[in-house]
């Protein structure tokens, strides 16, 4: 079965330190892969996606996560955090072929950051 | 555009009561998902529909939970009896049909149970 890996659970930056977050999937065909974004008390909001083409992958806000295929890896990054990033973040995969639609989400990455 | 609705935001009962939430997607999207979030967790999928079709459900509690979207439109799940384990987030989102657009998600439902 499909997993979705995302080993930082919180972190905790400086504004305008760069971010990474991790993300590893467990599924060898063709995938699907989105990172999702929590701000608090709002819901769930897309920030970007990847299904084919240039593996880097520009988001909203700056963000940008690079696929990397043979890691099974879709890490999330921005050079300069801001305060207003504080959230919680999902990495999410979708199988394509299996016809299911089915979303497997990570279990998520709490930022704060600090001003 | 409107986002999906969700209602109630909050909802406290004791355990072995009923309880329903209710969920209007997008207009126009066909495809409606219901999710659970337990804390510290992401999403997991319950059910999935496309239009008024149940075509996921092998992760629902089947002989607890229900779901049903008459008209292909609004949705409500529903769990009789509830459980302290069912103390959770409950997310719906929708999306147009075919693979690979992404999800809308509501607010969800925060479900405690006492």
């Known amino acids: 079965a499909q997993s979705v890996s995302q080993h930082n659970h919180h972190v905790i930056l400086s504004e305008a330190a760069s971010l990474e977050l991790g993300c590893n999937y467990s599924?060898?065909?063709?995938?699907?892969l989105f990172w999702y974004v929590q701000y608090p008390g709002q819901h769930l909001q897309l920030l970007l996606k990847y299904f084919s083409g240039d593996p880097l992958v520009k988001g909203i806000k700056g963000f940008e996560a690079e696929f990397i295929k043979s890691k099974f890896s879709f890490n999330l990054r921005k050079p300069s955090v801001q305060w207003s990033d504080t959230a919680e973040y999902f990495c999410?995969?979708?199988?394509?072929?299996?016809?299911?639609?089915?979303?497997?989400f990570g279990t998520g990455t709490r930022l704060k950051v600090l001003a | 555009e409107a986002g999906v609705v969700q209602s109630p935001r909050y909802k406290i009962i004791e355990k072995k009561q009923p309880v329903a939430f209710w969920c209007n997607p997008i207009s126009g999207h066909n495809t409606l998902y219901w999710y659970l979030q337990n804390l510290g967790q992401g999403p997991e999928l319950l059910i999935r529909y496309e239009n008024e079709e149940a075509v996921d459900d092998s992760q629902l509690p089947k002989d607890r939970f229900s779901a049903e979207r008459l008209k292909g439109v609004d949705s409500t799940l529903k769990i009789q009896p509830a459980e302290l384990g069912d103390s959770a987030v409950y997310l719906c989102?929708?999306?147009?049909?075919?693979?690979?657009?992404?999800?809308?998600f509501g607010p969800g439902t925060r479900l405690t149970v006492t």
């Open positions: 989102a929708s999306s147009p049909s075919g693979i690979g657009y992404e999800q809308y």
């Open positions: 999410a995969v979708n199988d394509p072929t299996s016809g299911t639609y089915k979303y497997i």
């Open positions: 599924y060898g065909g063709t995938v699907n």
